[in-house]
């Protein structure tokens, strides 16, 4: 007879290629985490700075929660400001703002894939395996060819923001009404030079083929050419389709919850609940739970939360609140996007539930996709039409008003409620509030929670397959507890 | 170089942003561009290999002199809340305050940044009532101190270099950096608020492409108009430090060319203007906010004259969002 096996702990921090501060305990049996805890160990109070301020102020203070998000926080802050001065705004601004919140969401998938994500295989772990030389030189930390690659690429695609936006991150060129940017004909054409040199860097070294193709991709029969010796197999997907095949990395990670996502660039990508299928959302049904959060105060909708942070709190172990929708954890972003807008691959990978696999391949695929949807936009700009309308003064304005958009992460919300025309109350729930949440009043873990257990931990006290299911969430902690 | 200059980078209660907006240096990224400076990143949160054990121990080794290396760059204000305790921020795995490690670090490095406003000033996170009771390294806000104290200096005998801004373009950060890698940064270097001359020197203002318009006073009224942000719509550009508009930010834009105004992101205290954001605060109608070095009277003055001597091109593409009149031409006499 054996006898019980021990349960250790561990603790994993600073975990590092992540956005923003993460610490993970792990319970550890039987060579498997048997449960986890994430912490966001930091609390910047920006929801608390908002208050009192008259409602522009969002304009500059909530992008600069996220300097990785920064444009989806200036689009939340705008719509929810829309909203409240009943405007819409101009067609030239919305496709604007379409392109620069899909930029900035495309940007960050490279930068996932390239800097946070596949440096991992390159680790000593892996000397063994036959593609660990190809992946030490192409994605090594700090020295990756690929990565290197990658990051210029995505340098001078970001181009695009400088000019539809002033900069990046922390642009005020989103407002209510459109954008303040006003592009000629020259800059319009700019434009499409832009994502041209972008879509070549794609297909020749992300993909090793069209970016139609892979945004068609239909199935898992679909990959075979990434997976043979042909030029596809040569590509950076290729290389991780390779390793994901090796080591399993679809059946790591798995959540098999609800998927959720708040819609994104006028039903390209639809809003809903994917939970074994398309269902609606019903944005009422979402509540913060705050029982293991160090916050003072009981459950609530964003629109009524509050948020008075209590350090001394028994039973709480991150800054973090849990959102629940009806009560349930529910895991969003790229994959739960993709499910929603019915891309055939990712529905066939996510079928029975989600992974390291599927979410990774959700972002890349969603990089062809958005790449191509922006090629049209741009053709869609009208240089000498408006960018923007001016929105009325919100002096006397009462009212409790939602911004809601899908940043790169998943979905981001912005609840304000303005009395005599200055912020009473500005609640915040960003798309790694979702996945990383703590424990609910219930006990139920949050979605990295769920999915870490049983993940192999034998080679601890750096258990890599630990890593891997963290990244595939693409965490931003600097959203996460703002 | 004979062997590397070696930085350290801590993010404390930060966004991410000036790691985000220097990972755009050159087009090329931080860590090329660094490179041929001969500059190595040690250690940083987001791009390193290491985590977890292994970033423990180095950071460790380093705190206590084990490790020696170059440079601590800290991107993100220091919390020391809640009560002093520093709590708001705890380095993960270590169960110790940012605000500590910091300070341990920041006496071993030969010399300390302060990458962005946060880190050097307080910046957003010190806005209201400061909850967190966030501060940069050497200031709070305008007061010198910060966390380290005011005649805090380095083991190289410099104060904390200050590279503002919300984010700061790459270049300040690439530039600061290869500086000092050569030795070639010194205190005189500095203006009064330990930023880089070399980009604190000049006014924002400098190189704006709406300049035209403000010669003229021929002022923006609505947004994405192309006249004078100054006058209604809170531009701070003729105040704020910094070599923005001389300088391409993502391959070309700046803030005012992008039609939204500057709210001064290099100053300490930016996170609180007295008034909104983006409308220019005006007593009688005049601006508060005139250009600091020039008497009020005789600005006022000139902005009578200038507006008075407005070309009809100016006063109309001033409120419109294209070119609605272009330049005259006039065919050469014969």
Redesign the interface.
């Known amino acids: 007879m054996e006898a019980a096996q021990a349960v250790t702990r561990l603790?994993?921090?600073?975990?590092?290629?992540?956005?923003?501060?993460?610490?993970i305990a792990l319970d550890i049996a039987d060579r498997r985490v048997e449960s986890a805890r994430v912490?966001a160990?930091?609390?910047?109070?920006?929801e608390?700075?908002l208050?009192?301020?008259?409602p522009?102020?969002a304009?500059?203070?909530a992008p600069?929660?996220?300097?990785?998000c920064?444009i989806s926080h200036s689009v939340a802050a705008s719509r929810a400001l829309a909203a409240a001065a009943g405007i819409e705004p101009e067609e030239n601004?919305r496709r604007a703002t379409d392109l620069v919140l899909a930029a900035e969401n495309v940007a960050d998938h490279l930068?996932h894939f390239a800097?946070?994500f596949m440096?991992d295989f390159?680790?000593p772990v892996y000397s063994g395996r036959l593609w660990h030389g190809e992946a030490v030189a192409r994605f090594?930390?700090?020295a990756g060819g690929a990565s290197?690659r990658l990051?210029?690429a995505?340098?001078?695609f970001?181009?695009l923001?400088?000019?539809?936006?002033?900069?990046?991150?922390?642009?005020?060129?989103i407002?209510p009404?459109?954008?303040?940017?006003?592009i000629?004909l020259g800059g319009r054409v700019r434009l499409s030079g832009?994502l041209s040199e972008f879509r070549q860097v794609l297909e020749t070294h992300l993909f090793g083929a069209a970016l139609e193709r892979v945004a068609a991709l239909d199935g898992p029969e679909g990959l075979a050419p990434w997976l043979g010796d042909g030029p596809e197999s040569r590509s950076d997907f290729g290389l991780f389709l390779t390793i994901s095949r090796d080591l399993d990395l679809a059946g790591l990670g798995r959540w098999d919850g609800p998927l959720m996502s708040f819609g994104a660039f006028d039903g390209l990508f639809p809003a809903g609940l994917w939970a074994d299928g398309p269902q609606a959302l019903d944005m009422g049904a979402i509540a913060e739970d705050l029982s293991h959060a160090w916050m003072a105060g009981e459950t609530r909708h964003p629109a009524r939360g509050i948020t008075r942070?209590d350090?001394d709190k028994a039973g709480a172990y991150s800054w973090c609140k849990a959102p629940r929708l009806s009560g349930r954890p529910v895991e969003v972003g790229a994959l739960a996007r993709q499910m929603m807008a019915g891309q055939p691959l990712v529905r066939a990978l996510a079928a029975g539930g989600s992974g390291v696999e599927a979410r990774v391949v959700a972002r890349l695929v969603e990089i062809a996709r958005l790449v191509l949807a922006m090629e049209g936009w741009v053709r869609d700009l009208r240089?000498?039409q408006?960018?923007?309308?001016?929105m009325p003064p919100l002096t006397d304005t009462d009212g409790a008003v939602a911004g809601l958009v899908e940043a790169a992460r998943g979905g981001l919300g912005h609840w304000l409620t303005i009395r005599r025309g200055r912020i009473h109350r500005y609640q915040i729930v960003a798309p790694t509030t979702w996945n990383f949440s703590p424990r609910d009043a219930a006990g139920v873990p949050g979605p990295l929670e769920q999915a870490l257990v049983g993940t192999p931990a034998g080679d601890a006290?750096?258990p890599v397959a630990v890593?891997h299911v963290v990244r595939s969430f693409d965490p931003c902690m600097?959203c996460t507890v703002h | 170089m004979s062997r590397d200059f070696t930085i350290l980078w801590l993010q404390a209660a930060s966004c991410g942003g000036c790691t985000m907006s220097a990972l755009g240096a050159g087009d090329r990224g931080l860590v090329a561009m660094l490179a041929q400076y001969g500059i190595r990143l040690l250690w940083h949160p987001s791009l390193s290999e290491e985590g977890g054990m292994q970033a423990r121990a180095m950071l460790e080794a380093a705190a206590a002199g084990t490790a020696p290396f170059d440079c601590l760059c800290v991107e993100g204000a220091i919390l020391r809340g809640p009560g002093g305790s520093g709590r708001f921020q705890i380095l993960g795995g270590t169960g110790r305050p940012m605000a500590e490690w910091v300070r341990a670090l920041a006496a071993k490095a030969a010399v300390t940044v302060a990458v962005g406003t946060c880190a050097a000033y307080g910046g957003i996170p010190a806005a209201g009532d400061n909850p967190t009771q966030a501060t940069g390294l050497q200031w709070s806000g305008e007061v010198s101190g910060g966390l380290l104290g005011r005649d805090w200096r380095s083991p190289a005998g410099l104060p904390v270099i200050n590279v503002a801004g919300c984010a700061p373009h790459p270049g300040w950060v690439i530039e600061t950096l290869a500086a000092l890698a050569e030795g070639a940064l010194s205190e005189s270097d500095l203006d009064p608020l330990g930023r880089p001359l070399f980009f604190a020197g000049r006014l924002a203002h400098h190189g704006c492409a709406r300049n035209e318009f403000y010669e003229f006073k021929a002022s923006a009224e609505h947004w994405s108009d192309g006249g004078c942000l100054m006058e209604n719509l809170g531009c701070k550009a003729t105040q704020a430090a910094g070599d923005c508009n001389l300088r391409a930010w993502n391959g070309g834009g700046s803030c005012t060319n992008a039609g939204y105004p500057c709210v001064a992101c290099t100053s300490p205290g930016f996170e609180e203007p007295g008034a909104p954001f983006l409308e220019t605060p005006k007593l009688a109608g005049i601006p508060v906010g005139l250009p600091l070095d020039m008497p009020k009277a005789w600005f006022m003055a000139l902005a009578a004259l200038s507006k008075s001597a407005t070309p009809e091109r100016v006063r109309r593409n001033a409120h419109a969002d294209h070119v609605a009149v272009p330049p005259v031409w006039r065919p050469r006499k014969p």
């Open positions: 603790l994993v921090g600073p975990f590092n290629r992540v956005e923003g501060d993460l610490e912490a160990p930091l609390y910047r109070g920006f608390h700075i208050e009192g301020r008259p522009g102020d304009l500059v203070i600069r929660i996220c300097g990785i920064s601004g930068t800097l946070f440096p390159a680790r090594r930390a700090t290197a990051v210029a995505r340098a001078r970001l181009h923001v400088g000019a539809l936006a002033g900069k990046w991150p922390h642009s005020l060129a407002q009404g459109g954008t303040t940017a006003s000629d832009i942070p350090a240089p000498g408006p960018f923007c309308r001016d006290p750096d890593q600097a």
